[in-house]
């Protein structure tokens, strides 16, 4: 068991339960909430965040994992008091998303490190929450020189400080595999990587081959469907399924990708992002765990997915 800190102060591993391993409360641009609070209609996100996740923990959810970084808009104030009034535990991030400041482009990892370091160990801004996992993300095209410095920075920071590291890829170009390759040659232990959005493939053999190199999979966009190319929900749970019955059950964790506000899609995106899943952070709980069930998955194989996969990964089993 170890303490992991969340944004209404430490907990232990044990306290996790059921977790989503990859969501917001809200996604929107670097300085808009404080700025512009009525763009992303900050009280309204408020009131609807702490409404989602007390129906969701009427429903056995413990705990989120909200990797919304500074350029994706982070609100710590807002997500403390979710969590307060929602009473499920969120875990926040610091590091960066698609978004890389422009001030970092030409900074050096270390520089950048010594930022998240104090965000972990001091606090964020002047709020004394304390991040609990780093965030860094490479899309499309792979990793960019910029992208580069910025995967070398988390790594520097996860060994001074032993907190993991979450990833966002673009698993149908395998951008996973080029992560790896960086935080390997940083020295970092993979057991302490999650490699995001797995689930945008059903390329068992590049997700496998993943694995085993140390890393753990997040297969964390539910429903999905809504990048061309992409599987739908259905699609990507048979891949969920291969992977367990093919013995890496104990490697993968589920989440949504899921946020009350999408700031940075239109109106119409957002409208219809909610007519695709009603079900918001509850749609694994009603969709994806009977789906497996259905297939086969033992409840011993979903308890591993979605409560001890969760809790091995901060404790670095």
């Not at 404080?34 to 702490?50: A, C, L, V």
């Not at 429903?59 to 499920?88: A, C, K, M, N, P």
């Not at 020295?187 to 890393?215: A, Q």
Request: net charge negative; glycine share 10%; with cysteine.
């Amino acid at each position: 068991m170890v303490r992991i800190q969340s944004v209404l102060g430490p907990i232990d591993s044990s306290d996790l339960g059921f977790t989503l391993s990859h969501e917001h409360v809200v996604v929107s641009s670097a300085g808009i909430p404080h700025i512009y609070p009525e763009f992303i209609r900050r009280e309204e996100s408020i009131t609807e965040g702490i409404k989602q996740l007390r129906e969701a923990k009427n429903e056995g959810l413990s705990s989120i994992i909200d990797v919304s970084t500074i350029d994706l808009g982070r609100d710590i104030r807002l997500i403390e008091q979710v969590s307060r009034e929602s009473g499920i535990n969120i875990i926040c991030a610091t590091g960066t998303w698609r978004d890389i400041p422009r001030a970092f482009w030409n900074a050096t990892p270390d520089s950048i490190a010594k930022l998240y370091k104090r965000e972990i160990e001091v606090g964020i801004e002047d709020t004394g929450i304390k991040a609990g996992i780093i965030k860094v993300a490479n899309d499309v095209g792979g990793v960019t020189r910029e992208g580069e410095v910025i995967l070398r920075a988390a790594a520097r920071t996860q060994k001074a400080t032993g907190i993991p590291i979450s990833t966002h890829t673009w698993a149908p170009d395998r951008v996973g595999e080029q992560q790896v390759r960086i935080f390997e040659d940083e020295g970092v232990d993979l057991n302490r990587v999650y490699i995001g959005h797995s689930n945008d493939t059903t390329d068992t053999f590049y997700l496998e081959g993943l694995m085993d190199k140390g890393v753990w999979l997040g297969l964390d966009r539910y429903p999905g469907g809504r990048s061309p190319g992409t599987p739908d929900w259905k699609g990507r749970t048979e891949t969920a399924m291969k992977l367990i019955s093919d013995g890496y059950g104990k490697r993968i964790m589920l989440g949504h990708d899921w946020s009350v506000t999408l700031s940075i899609d239109s109106k119409e995106g957002q409208d219809t992002r909610k007519k695709s899943n009603p079900d918001g952070y509850l749609f694994i709980t009603r969709k994806v765990l009977p789906r497996l069930r259905e297939m086969g998955a033992s409840q011993e194989q979903l308890d591993d997915l979605m409560i001890n996969n969760p809790r091995r990964f901060f404790e670095g089993d």
